[in-house]
RNA sequence: GCAGAGAUGGCGGAGUGGACAAUCGCGGCUGACUGUAAAUCAGUUGCCAUUACGGCUACGAAGGUUCGAAUCCUUCUCUCUGCACCA
């Protein structure tokens, strides 16, 4: 991809506000490099693909040439974002911090190149301030413009606690852009108040103001906000299988919103496809929507891996085959046993007795392509007998008696 | 400090002595249909057992009243609102 493209891709795709575009724009066109910050959560540990969308556009930059900041906000995390939550954060120790960086790192790994980045835990500064400095800062902002946030505002009116500590947390965030003299500061559309706060607290300490970019929020499977307590995400972890099905699984009406803001499909091609979308009978749909998982399955594994997921795709869900590579292979060492005990404890996806009733009676669990009704049925065990729960449990008997 | 309101299932939010395992909405799950795991429609959604109008555990915590409590009383924990305070 050409220099001019890439910086198109920083400053458009999926750009909810820059201030200023100006400012940016002289800053890509200049020669110097610049730091950018993107701050990270070490609350969670999985990266979800509206994340890491805009993790994609820090590797736009270092492919640029510029310096990547990841700031963890080991010290924040003691008082938790409002940005995200409509309540308060548990505490968290160090150690469940560098435990959940690792694992973070091995995820940023599929996407930045981590030899270039620099790392800063946010304690390093935050830890030292005393009384006197903080108030130095705070006296800048003012209550009505802490409180006019939306989340605040929401709480209040719900008559939800809203922490004193909280309204610190853009400070604190702000004060970051300060201590590592950032350029620009990168993040979702949340991170507004707090990325113009860190522009601000700069314009205190008498340094060049950062530019606050913030990207587009992903809808979820379901098309409301991607969020893990909602269970509508998708982890750049997730097993290609998943990745392309959950993709699959995503409402019509945010297809053309995947495509802008979750994969690397040119701007150009999505107008196409967008056109196409539009013109498209109802199969044609799908036919898009597969592209678009095959490009998010691709981008966070391999084309291989995507194409394989494609086809499990097609035989499982379409043509409804069972696939012998996508089975959980369970021994088992009786010769017989109720279809619900099977049900339960071999698969280990279905958590209750009455859960596996139900889904019996609701004609979700076959034996070899045999719908089961009768709950009570005697299993007598073979090897090779495949037993199906649901939509996607599938178990591979083995017997070892 | 004073006064008032409140804490319910994954979430929102009803219920104010028995018919409450708790209306309803969202989310989840299953089925039908289809173009997919979309949309729509239907069913289902604490656990155990299923022969049952069955048992067990649950409505912030601990006690109590009662044949019987999510519902009443006491204490506690937490939250919100108003007043007072405005250093």
Redesign the pocket.
């Known amino acids: 991809m050409k220099e001019e493209d890439k910086k198109k891709l920083i400053l458009d795709r999926a750009t909810f506000r820059v201030i200023t575009k100006k400012e940016l724009e002289n800053s890509l066109d200049s020669n110097k490099t610049l730091r950018i910050k993107f701050g990270i959560d070490p609350t969670a540990s999985q990266i979800h693909l509206g994340r890491a969308s805009t993790i994609q556009r820090l590797r736009d930059f270092q492919d640029l040439g510029h310096k990547v900041v990841l700031i963890i906000g080991d010290f924040t995390a003691k008082v938790g974002d409002a940005s995200d939550k409509?309540?308060e954060r548990k505490v968290i120790t160090e150690n469940e911090i560098r435990e959940n960086f690792k694992t973070y790192e091995t995820q940023l790994k599929k996407i930045l190149d981590l030899s270039k980045v620099e790392y800063r835990y946010n304690s390093e500064w935050l830890e030292k301030f005393n009384f006197s400095s903080i108030l130095d800062i705070s006296k800048h902002f003012t209550v009505a413009q802490l409180i006019e946030r939306e989340n605040f505002i929401d709480r209040?009116k719900?008559?939800?606690?809203?922490?004193l500590h909280e309204f610190l947390y853009p400070i604190m965030q702000g004060y970051d852009s300060v201590a590592i003299k950032s350029d620009v500061e990168l993040g979702g559309s949340d991170q507004l108040f707090n990325i113009l706060a860190g522009r601000e607290i700069q314009g205190y300490f008498n340094m060049k103001k950062q530019v606050c970019l913030t990207k587009k929020l992903l809808s979820g499977?379901?098309?409301?906000k991607m969020s893990s307590?909602?269970?509508?995400v998708i982890n750049i972890t997730d097993q290609p299988?998943?990745i392309?099905?959950?993709v699959?699984?995503?409402?019509?009406?945010v297809i053309i919103e995947y495509f802008n803001i979750a994969t690397r499909v040119s701007t150009e091609d999505i107008k196409n496809i967008e056109k196409d979308l539009n013109e498209s009978?109802?199969?044609g749909?799908?036919d898009i929507?597969k592209v678009l998982a095959y490009e998010i399955t691709a981008l966070y594994s391999t084309k291989k891996d995507a194409i394989k997921a494609e086809n499990?795709?097609k035989k499982?869900?379409?043509?409804?085959q069972v696939i012998s590579d996508d089975l959980i292979l369970v021994k088992v060492d009786k010769k017989k046993a109720?279809i619900?005990?099977l049900i339960?404890s071999l698969t280990g996806q279905i958590?209750?007795?009455?859960?596996?009733?139900?889904?019996i009676?609701?004609?979700?669990?076959?034996i070899d392509n045999v719908r089961i009704n009768d709950?009570?049925l005697e299993i007598d065990m073979k090897s090779g007998m495949i037993v199906?729960?649901?939509?996607?449990?599938l178990v591979k008997i083995k017997t070892t008696f």
């Open positions: 409509d309540s209040y719900n008559h939800k606690p809203i922490g499977t379901d098309g409301r307590s909602w269970g509508n299988n998943d392309y099905g959950k699959m699984s995503i409402r019509d009406s009978t109802s199969s749909i799908m929507k499990n795709f499982t869900v379409q043509e409804k109720r619900i005990d339960t958590p209750s007795k009455a859960d596996a009733r139900r889904l009676k609701s004609g979700g669990v076959y709950v009570n199906k729960v649901g939509k996607r449990n």
